[in-house]
């Protein structure tokens, strides 16, 4: 049979029986109803058919897409932070040093390390001026007096008017001639310790300022999210500098008897 019959057969057909035409439709390929069915909204308590899975999208970070660089970024921040920190607390140490020496009762050169002596003549290291032990030598007599000798007599003044500056509790410089001075540094009472430690107390509370300002600026840098965890590793760092801030206080109070 030639397929003009077959195509006149099949118009016959299907007037003759409606639902003969029905075997002459466009099979619907499976791979389309798959598809629609990815893209149907899932009912409320309706379970997947056994052995077919809806693959969804997952959500896709913005360090996935850049790898690293937010992470490189926050890490050359995070090690600033921690250098400037570790500057705060390295001063605080110094300073309190001095002020426990004082409470002690111990007389060495290193009470006078707080002057800086501002000469007119001379270059100095910075605006606060030059430190004593560079234009003088600085020795202890008989275990309870401080000697300063200058290297040379004019800037005997000089020296004279630093150490007034300096406002060290204790030191009242007496000169003993052209080219000396001479500090008798007495016993310090209950009373000398306890306004040192409080000294020591507010040095402590500005550099806990300090570090918590370090911390703000680096967080605003690098914008970071509430709950990443860039914010968590500073705020350890933060926590771990201010820490050792008390560390240094409780140990100074320790020395001195102060509670």
């Excluded at 490189?72 to 995070?78: D, K, L, M, P, S």
Aim: net charge positive; proline share 5%.
């Amino acid at each position: 049979m030639s397929s003009r019959h077959l195509n006149h057969f099949a118009r016959g057909l299907a007037r003759t029986s409606p639902t003969a035409s029905l075997c002459w439709q466009r099979p619907v390929s499976t791979s389309l109803i798959q598809q629609i069915r990815t893209y149907a909204a899932k009912r409320k308590g309706e379970k997947e058919p056994k052995g077919e899975k809806i693959k969804h999208t997952p959500i896709v970070s913005t360090d996935a897409l850049i790898p690293g660089s937010q992470r490189i970024a926050a890490g050359e921040e995070y090690t600033k932070a921690e250098g400037k920190m570790k500057a705060i607390l390295d001063k605080y140490r110094k300073d309190v040093a001095g002020l426990e020496l004082r409470a002690s009762g111990r007389v060495t050169p290193a009470i006078l390390s707080p002057v800086r002596v501002v000469l007119p003549d001379h270059d100095n290291a910075d605006s606060k001026g030059v430190r004593l032990e560079e234009i003088a030598t600085v020795g202890v007599r008989e275990g309870t007096t401080l000697l300063i000798t200058v290297f040379e007599e004019h800037t005997l003044k000089y020296v004279e008017d630093a150490l007034y500056e300096a406002k060290l509790p204790g030191v009242v410089p007496q000169k003993a001639d052209a080219r000396t001075i001479k500090i008798p540094m007495p016993k310090p009472t209950v009373e000398a310790r306890q306004a040192m430690i409080a000294t020591a107390q507010k040095q402590a509370e500005d550099a806990r300022v300090q570090i918590r300002k370090q911390q703000q600026t680096s967080l605003k840098k690098g914008k970071y999210a509430k709950y990443s965890v860039e914010m968590d590793e500073f705020q350890s760092l933060t926590d771990k500098y201010s820490g050792e801030i008390d560390k240094v206080l409780a140990e100074a109070k320790k020395n001195t008897g102060s509670k």
